[in-house]
């Protein structure tokens, strides 16, 4: 009965425990956006497959928070069980602490599982239950009592990363960090987000789908650091190689004694440290907020790991053209679907060098289907192709050295006149981000507006960011860097590499997204003030057919020409004749 319902156990279980709520995120101890099957507590009790969610579950009510691009996907997973969806940005939208004061007496007991919140999280949470009459307690993974059946832990090897690629050694990196820690007055720091430990030791692994990292903690000193990790995973020449850069290994489940046994004052980054790390601190030696300094060190790429980008971008380029000429070949001749587009790009980019696998579920929608932000075709939700329409292909590989990610919305015949318009002011965006120059101190949501503008002037919108952050054969969403319309106090910096994509969505009719990956680059500088470019990395050509030519300026033609002629001269190379010629025609100077 449970795999039906687990809803039902879970409530027996909270009766049993006099605890009248349950809040249940979807993340890991670690914070991580995609994670390991063990951690899918709230796709279990709930059903719902997307990534981003908190479902809050009491004895008669239950309920789930998300985002604007699960609006069309969640309800149907989740009414089925009871639960009702919430949607996270719409002004009529109550909060968690909001909904469980309405629905809860006072002085009702709400649990949560400590690991599975951040301490700012945990305190905001705390302040607002307590200011509504309500008890937060951290009783413990009930989630967990239920699910007998639960997957294992990931327990996949660790590897090393080549300096050749990587451009650092990690004592190189731990260097810098002592320098931050001793600016920040602390003397032992904690790494709890798996892509900050990965980039820092040069180890990638393979326990999360689509990101190259694995299940890890670390504890810097000023003498010495440790890796808190399955020791199964780590080869004895990894173990050695990391040793010599003076990092020691202890296993993943010590990292709460190692924590009490400390005799200084523990730094950690109270937005991503999970509650229960503190909880251990706070016993012993105390714990001081202390943003990571590797987050930022991160995301600004040195030459090495640029020159290792492009090159991933080339490669992925040629998938991306083999695929579309074998689209287009194919709309001609005989019947594809959705999942067939899935496996035929897989196939494109496994035949790449260093190619290791996808960096994020590929993203191949049909017609309505593409209204829905992330959605991702199943064997039930799965269409064959009509020649006519859009085809919304958002997808990325991982490679040994880079990390990509592109969209291109392709027109698969005759489309609606409404729709042109859409797709040309999405474009009309893309290009006015990618040409941008900013004077440096610029943050990302003061360049947001360049990619709505021409939306918002036909009273068209997008709930999600134009811009997102994107690791080195790592995380392909990284942050701190965004380009949103939400206030984000990082600037962006040269080596930042950063996503480009506007899109608009037309319920039960079509959507359309373009994107490029773009890096932040050192312009001129004049009266004193820097001024920074972006320069545009992902090659493949963008499709014109469906554009209103009309609105589309000189400094926009000039533009996608220049970009197809580099597109063109990168990739042409690595093609065979019939392919060139294909790129060639997709490349044509436009007028």
């Known amino acids: 009965m449970t795999s039906e319902n687990p809803l039902l156990q879970l409530r027996e279980i909270m009766q049993q425990n006099n605890v009248s709520a349950v809040i249940i995120p979807g993340t890991d101890p670690h914070g991580s956006e995609y994670i390991a099957d063990y951690w899918q507590e709230m796709n279990y009790i709930s059903g719902f497959t997307g990534e981003a969610g908190t479902v809050v579950i009491t004895s008669e009510h239950a309920a789930l928070w998300t985002d604007s691009r699960y609006f069309l996907q969640a309800p149907p997973q989740i009414e089925p069980r009871g639960i009702e969806l919430m949607r996270e940005g719409v002004a009529s939208t109550p909060t968690i602490a909001e909904w469980l004061s309405a629905v809860l007496d006072e002085g009702s007991i709400v649990s949560i599982n400590p690991e599975l919140f951040s301490v700012n999280s945990y305190m905001v949470l705390n302040d607002t239950l307590t200011t509504n009459g309500l008890i937060l307690k951290t009783n413990g993974d009930y989630v ?345 106090p990082v600037i962006l910096e040269p080596g930042m590499i950063m996503s480009d994509e506007p899109g608009y969505y037309q319920e039960n009719s079509y959507g359309i997204r373009i994107e490029n990956l773009i890096s932040v680059a050192s312009g001129r500088e004049k009266n004193s003030t820097k001024f920074l470019h972006f320069d545009t990395l992902t090659l493949c050509p963008i499709d014109l057919k469906t554009l209103i030519r009309q609105y589309i300026t000189p400094d926009e033609v000039e533009w996608i020409n220049s970009y197809h002629q580099m597109v063109y001269k990168r990739l042409a190379p690595m093609l065979d004749k019939e392919h060139q010629k294909w790129l060639m025609r997709k490349c044509a100077k436009y007028v």
């Open 144 to 488: 967990g009592d239920v699910w007998t059946d639960r997957p294992a832990l990931p327990n996949n090897m660790v590897f090393q990363m080549p300096r050749t690629i990587d451009g650092r050694t990690p004592g190189d990196k731990l260097k810098m960090v002592r320098e931050e820690m001793e600016k920040a007055g602390i003397e032992a720091w904690l790494a709890t987000s798996l892509d900050d430990i990965a980039w820092l030791c040069n180890l990638r692994g393979s326990d999360i789908a689509y990101n190259p990292v694995f299940m890890s903690y670390a504890i810097i000193e000023k003498e010495k650091a440790t890796l808190f990790v399955d020791g199964s995973k780590v080869s004895d020449i990894t173990a050695a190689s990391i040793g010599r850069q003076g990092i020691a290994i202890k296993e993943y489940n010590d990292i709460r004694s190692s924590i009490a046994a400390l005799d200084t004052r523990l730094g950690m980054d109270f937005s991503k440290a999970n509650y229960s790390l503190y909880q251990a601190a706070q016993a012993n030696c105390g714990a001081k907020h202390t943003p990571s300094p590797v987050t930022l060190m991160k995301a600004i790429k040195n030459n090495i790991e640029l020159s290792g980008m492009r090159k991933a971008m080339i490669r992925d380029g040629v998938a991306m053209v083999k695929f579309l000429f074998w689209l287009e070949q194919q709309m001609q001749s005989s019947e594809i679907t959705e999942l067939d587009v899935v496996k035929r790009l897989h196939e494109f980019r496994a035949e790449q060098d260093c190619f290791v696998g996808e960096s994020f579920a590929t993203i191949a929608a049909y017609g309505p289907h593409a209204a829905i932000v992330h959605y991702e075709p199943t064997a039930e939700t799965n269409i064959p192709l009509q020649p006519r329409g859009y085809l919304l292909l958002d997808s990325g590989g991982q490679y040994l050295d880079g990390t990509t990610d592109i969209t291109r919305t392709i027109p698969l015949g005759p489309v609606s006149g409404e729709s042109r318009m859409s797709y040309t002011m999405v474009f009309k965006g893309m290009v006015a981000l990618a040409n941008a120059k900013f004077p440096h101190g610029t943050r990302g949501a003061q360049l947001d507006v360049l990619a709505r503008q021409y939306l918002w002037q036909h009273n068209k919108n997008y709930g999600h960011g134009t811009g997102h952050g994107v690791g080195h054969f790592l995380n392909v969403h990284e942050g701190p860097q965004s380009i949103r319309m939400q206030e984000n």
